[in-house]
């Protein structure tokens, strides 16, 4: 399973972007897909995730109420619009995916077994 992140970018404090996770694979309806992230000198953390059915989500409190997951299962991506956006945002955006129906949902990145290249995001203050 290939992920491509995309969609980051320079953005002032405030502002907004859509991170966009596609992959080419039959499975990807089945699989949880989280978006971690990684700024310098800190570890990965998650920051959300959305089951396959994309019945279920997750949001780290620090991004809580202001980021929002989708999926088109159509189109085999998962979306992460970003609003209000703050310079402690910046950071390396990686998407991931799961087992296929995995029942639960995952925050150690461990759990996933595969990882998309990340695509760099940078808030301005």
């Known amino acids: 399973v290939q992920l491509q992140a995309s969609g980051g970018g320079l953005v002032q404090a405030g502002g907004s972007l859509r991170l966009s996770c596609a992959a080419s694979?039959?499975?990807?309806?089945?699989?949880?897909i989280g978006w971690f992230r990684q700024a310098p000198r800190k570890e990965r953390e998650i920051v959300a995730h959305?089951?396959?059915?994309?019945?279920?989500?997750y949001y780290a409190d620090s991004v809580k109420d202001r980021f929002t997951l989708s999926r088109d299962n159509a189109k085999n991506t998962v979306y992460l619009q970003m609003n209000n956006l703050k310079p402690e945002d910046t950071a390396v955006y990686f998407c991931?995916?799961?087992?296929?129906?995995?029942?639960?949902?995952?925050?150690?990145?461990?759990?996933?077994?595969?990882w998309g290249q990340g695509t760099l995001v940078t808030v301005s203050s």
């Open positions: 991931a995916a799961t087992t296929p129906f995995l029942g639960w949902i995952p925050r150690d990145p461990q759990q996933y077994i595969y």
């Open positions: 694979e039959r499975t990807f309806s089945t699989r949880g």
């Open positions: 959305i089951k396959g059915s994309g019945g279920s989500t």
